[in-house]
């Protein structure tokens, strides 16, 4: 009995193994990587190949398809002629006060008119710059004798610059209240006294009006 038991079931354990390790006989002859992801693992050289391409087809170098004209970084003569001419016209219009090559900070009628009364008067704070430069002397050369003038004199040139940006602000404030009621004057007095500071020659945009000039 013990063993037509046996022999029974080892019979039907077969029988019932069978279809399973029919099943599992070809995955286990194919090689690990093929088994998990049901195709064979790309060689290295392919696999860099397809990373180092882009979605566009273009390489890593960020340069795009040929399209005729130089890659990028790599300006031709004639390019770089013709981005000096661009940037001389510019600054030669920024110079000159075109609104179109102005930046952010010059633009707008309220710092034009800002600029146009700052340039058409002499005002004491044009000096303040060669004032400076003297004091700056004074100090470097440790006289005692000029020091002890140093300090009254800094003063002094303070409550000038003070006094002469006040007059600065209320006469922009009347022209702009009378030539243009709806704009913002928000940072004009700033702007004018800093140019009011500087010396003529240096001032950028350059005056288009002497002293004495109307406007």
Do not use: C
Request: a positive charge.
């Amino acid at each position: 009995m013990f063993r037509r038991s046996s022999a029974g079931s080892s019979g039907s354990t077969a029988e019932e193994s069978s279809p399973t390790q029919s099943q599992e006989a070809p995955a286990k002859n194919k090689r690990p990587a093929e088994a998990g992801k049901g195709r064979p693992t790309p060689k290295r050289s392919e696999a860099e190949r397809g990373r180092y391409q882009s979605i566009t087809g273009s390489t890593t170098s960020g340069r795009g398809p040929s399209t005729g004209s130089a890659p990028r970084g790599k300006m031709t003569p004639e390019d770089k002629a013709r981005t000096r001419s661009e940037r001389d016209k510019r600054t030669t219009a920024m110079r000159r006060g075109e609104e179109w090559a102005l930046g952010p900070r010059d633009r707008g009628p309220i710092r034009k008119l800002a600029r146009d009364y700052v340039d058409s008067h002499r005002r004491p704070s044009e000096y303040y710059m060669y004032v400076l430069i003297v004091l700056l002397v004074a100090l470097l050369s440790r006289s005692k004798a000029l020091n002890t003038y140093v300090s009254p004199f800094v003063l002094v040139l303070i409550v000038v610059v003070v006094i002469d940006a006040y007059f600065i602000r209320r006469a922009l404030f009347k022209l702009a209240a009378e030539r243009y009621p709806n704009e913002s004057t928000r940072g004009m007095t700033t702007y004018a006294v800093m140019r009011a500071l500087q010396i003529r020659r240096f001032r950028t945009p350059a005056p288009r009006l002497k002293p004495g000039d109307k406007f």
